[in-house]
C-alpha cells in the first residue's frame, strides 16, 4: 500500500514537472515569436526610413 502511495506521488510530481517544462518551453516560443515580429517590423521600418531619405535628398 505504502508503495501505491509513493508511486502516485512520484508520478504527480513527474507530471507537474512535466507541466511546468511545457508551459515555460512555450512562453520561450512565444517571445521568440514576438522578438521575431518587432525585428521585422523594425527592418521594415529601416527600409521605409532610407526610402524617405533618398527621397528627401534627391528633392534638394
Keep these: ?3 501505491l ?3 502516485a506521488l ?3 510530481v513527474i507530471g507537474l514537472i512535466g507541466k511546468f517544462t511545457n ?3 512555450s512562453g ?3 517571445y521568440e ?3 521575431g515580429m518587432i525585428e521585422s ?3 521594415l521600418l529601416e527600409q521605409r526610413t532610407e526610402t524617405i531619405e533618398d527621397d ?3 528633392l534638394k
Design 41 to 43: 517590423k523594425l527592418k
Design 56 to 58: 528627401i535628398l534627391e
Design 33 to 35: 515569436h514576438r522578438i
Design 1 to 3: 500500500m505504502e508503495w
Design 10 to 12: 512520484a508520478a504527480t
Design 28 to 30: 520561450v516560443k512565444r
Design 23 to 25: 508551459w515555460t518551453f
Design 5 to 7: 502511495a509513493i508511486g
